[in-house]
């Protein structure tokens, strides 16, 4: 796929990205619910996770030539993009973290949480990356008013995972008796997704920020480094959740 499209084709490649990470979510399930292969689990996870980084984060950004004029923007927006995804690998190595602790404190168990639940806030986080993707598509072919309602769209479903986790997964979590301090798998459950939670907030915060900017017509279809910085953090609170979703709901025999 050219990585020089326009704006119908750039629109037409982020449908087939989705429709694979939908069909390969959907696959992940059906694999946990019938003979829940952990091996399968993970090869799953970590295509997810490529298509995420090449198609959405656009990775391959970080090897295109830069404006050898310190002063130009496109200078910039290099130094500025190499810098993002420094402190995003920085960040991951947190949340790697989170993960081991997670494999090696409960191993092939998991707690007893809501399936169909977590389904749902999956779902509603992959479709936020579907229209955050839009958005930044829209932005870059110089569509502001595509980019805004875009835009609005990710942060509604965005400000939905937020709820549906927080307001609802933790107080159902709670009554059945699974709290930060019940033992081992409550606590390695509210680490996890309170840690996630509040990037998934901060990303809503980065979100208003850049559509307020839009309204102002700070961004123009050659100079938009914040949506792109924005985009690529969001879509990376996705990756993210694409290894703790089966981690914590899928992987495992129920404690």
Do not use: C
Not at 4 to 25: C, D, E, P, R, W
Not at 111 to 119: A, K, M, R, T, V
Not at 147 to 164: M, P
Not at 226 to 240: M, R
């Amino acid at each position: 796929m050219s990585h020089h499209q326009n704006k119908s084709a750039a629109y037409g490649q982020g449908m087939v990205i989705f429709i694979y990470l939908a069909a390969l979510t959907a696959l992940e399930y059906f694999i946990a619910v019938t003979f829940n292969a952990v091996s399968i689990l993970v090869v799953v996870a970590l295509i997810k996770a490529a298509l995420v980084m090449y198609y959405y984060m656009h990775i391959y950004k970080l090897n295109e030539d830069s404006d050898d004029d310190i002063h130009s923007y496109a200078y910039k927006t290099g130094t500025n993009r190499l810098g993002l995804w420094l402190f995003l690998l920085s960040d991951a190595f947190v949340f790697a973290g989170l993960l081991t602790t997670r494999i090696n404190l409960l191993g092939l168990t998991r707690p007893h949480l809501n399936q169909i639940l977590g389904l749902a806030v999956t779902a509603l986080l992959l479709i936020s990356s579907f229209f955050m993707n839009r958005a930044e598509t829209a932005m870059t072919h110089g569509d502001k008013k595509g980019f805004i309602t875009n835009a609005l769209i990710t942060l509604v479903l965005g400000l939905g995972f937020l709820l549906g986790v927080v307001a609802v997964e933790w107080p159902l979590a709670a009554a059945e008796g699974l709290t930060a301090s019940s033992g081992t798998a409550g606590a390695v459950f509210y680490m996890l997704t309170g840690m996630h939670a509040f990037h998934v907030f901060t990303g809503l915060i980065f979100l208003l920020v850049i559509i307020n900017n839009a309204r102002k017509d700070v961004y123009s279809a050659d100079q938009h480094w914040g949506v792109e910085a924005a985009t690529v953090y969001w879509h990376f609170v996705d990756l993210v959740w694409i290894f703790f979703y089966p981690a914590l709901y899928l992987i495992g025999k129920l404690l």
